[in-house]
């Protein structure tokens, strides 16, 4: 081992073989949030592959950008590859640097402006489906939509009905044991507890390998907005090639898995913030209604909606990304440590973004915070909600949009009252997602 490496502090409570790994399944939301006590770079180990923890902005930030070229994506991406693919979250290089380059027109504005109409039927649609005093439970409800609603701009027309239905059933079970799968030490991967994650993950890549044969042999995909037509049109600008079938697929995926938790999540728990404080949930219907006249959402009136953006971003500050990693390309200095070629480095947007020594009240919901005049008294290297550099998630807007136009069409509508006894709990997976979130749906503007 690097003398540099031993000399990094090692967070307390590892036991031999297993390192941290138990307690990092126990309580891992805690313990990311508890290295920060233990310095600014930390060595926890994971089974017995020592990784070392960046816990404070400067750190992040030079991982992330300033020396981002000394750094590969790692082990946690390594092991979620085979099970979802090389897409754009787990390529590496100029395979990397090739496919973004190729997939940012899909995501820009003009491109996303086209999806605003299925986002709002979508949205409409559920928020229509509910009756006075019906009880919900909001994460299981805006998780299908949203999962409906990006499966539609997927996947074009009567061909995709398969994909869609697969796609419904199959990524709540991936996504819920996703980071845990691929946290956890190699030598688990054969225990019966991850038996029905490689059931839905072979499934949901086998439907979707069908449907790209499919729509590629139909020719379908000629002047459609969908995200796989236009995948399969795709050209790279120095060699015209275009995307082979697992390429597109492993995209498709990627984009499902990455689009649909945050926007689930932020939803789930904007509304669940929203109903311990109604005063807000009433301002941002009042914004609602002052922006639209009544009418519909569109994509020129989701800039517009200040309030409903504040909420959020607070919803995703509280309850983001639980762990990144990479992995040192070269002997590179981060934190004064020299660290040795093929060092993990991991680090947490979750505890970076409740350090009390950045956020004052962490763990409260203050959507002002994120006023301009607040949002500029904060570090620029703290707020990264959608991480930073050239790995920043390439779907920000989208996601952003899909949860802006979602939350409008449910607030003009409805009041949600938490039920009685139910508060949701923080789960584990590639974000802090909540586990149920029960409501009671009165309409708006009853006491």
């Not at 399944?25 to 017995?48: C, H, K, N, Q, Y």
């Not at 290297?381 to 409008?408: H, M, Y």
Request: charged share 25%; glycine share 6%.
């Amino acid at each position: 081992m690097s003398l540099e490496l031993s000399a990094i502090p090692r967070a307390p409570g590892a036991i031999p073989l297993l390192g941290h790994t138990i307690k990092l399944m126990r309580g891992p939301l805690a313990f990311v949030r508890s290295l920060r006590e233990s310095g600014e770079f930390v060595r926890v180990d994971i089974g017995t592959l020592p990784v070392c923890f960046a816990t404070s902005p400067s750190l992040v930030h030079e991982v992330t950008v300033s020396k981002a070229r000394s750094f590969e994506k790692g082990r946690l991406f390594q092991r979620v590859r085979p099970l979802v693919g090389n897409g754009l979250a787990t390529a590496d290089g100029d395979t990397h640097r090739r496919r973004r380059r190729l997939m940012q027109p899909m995501f820009h504005r003009q491109q996303i402006a086209g999806y605003v109409e299925v986002m709002e039927s979508h949205a409409d649609a559920v928020a229509e489906s509910w009756t006075p005093g019906q009880r919900i439970d909001v994460n299981h409800e805006v998780t299908s939509l949203t999962i409906r609603t990006l499966a539609e701009t997927l996947f074009s027309a009567e061909i995709g009905r398969e994909a869609v239905t697969t796609v419904g059933r199959e990524l709540p079970v991936i996504m819920k044991n996703m980071l845990m799968r691929t946290a956890s030490p190699q030598l688990l991967d054969g225990l019966p507890l991850w038996r029905s994650f490689d059931r839905a993950t072979a499934n949901m890549r086998s439907v979707i390998d069908r449907l790209v044969v499919q729509t590629r042999a139909s020719g379908q995909q000629a002047g459609q907005p969908d995200l796989l037509s236009v995948l399969l049109e795709a050209r790279e600008a120095d060699t015209g090639d275009a995307l082979t079938d697992e390429e597109v697929r492993d995209e498709l995926v990627t984009i499902l898995f990455a689009g649909s938790e945050t926007t689930a999540s932020v939803l789930s728990w904007a509304l669940h913030h929203l109903s311990q404080h109604p005063e807000i949930a009433r301002a941002a219907a009042d914004e609602i209604e002052r922006v639209t006249d009544g009418g519909p959402v569109g994509f020129a009136e989701v800039p517009q909606l200040s309030l409903i953006q504040r909420v959020l971003d607070e919803s995703l500050r509280l309850h983001g990304v639980v762990l990144l990693m990479r992995r040192a390309l070269e002997p590179v200095e981060i934190g004064g440590y020299t660290l040795p070629a093929g060092t993990e480095v991991a680090f947490s947007l979750y505890a970076l973004h409740r350090d009390p020594a950045i956020y004052s009240a962490p763990d409260v919901f203050d959507p002002d915070r994120w006023l301009p005049e607040r949002r500029a008294e904060l570090p620029r290297e703290a707020v990264v909600p959608f991480g930073s550099g050239n790995r920043k998630c390439i779907g920000d807007a989208f996601a952003w949009t899909q949860a802006t136009v979602t939350l409008a069409a449910i607030l003009r509508r409805w009041r949600l009252s938490p039920v009685e006894g139910n508060t949701p709990r923080e789960m584990l997976a590639a974000m802090a997602n909540p586990d149920r979130v029960l409501m009671t749906v009165h309409p708006r503007g009853e006491s």
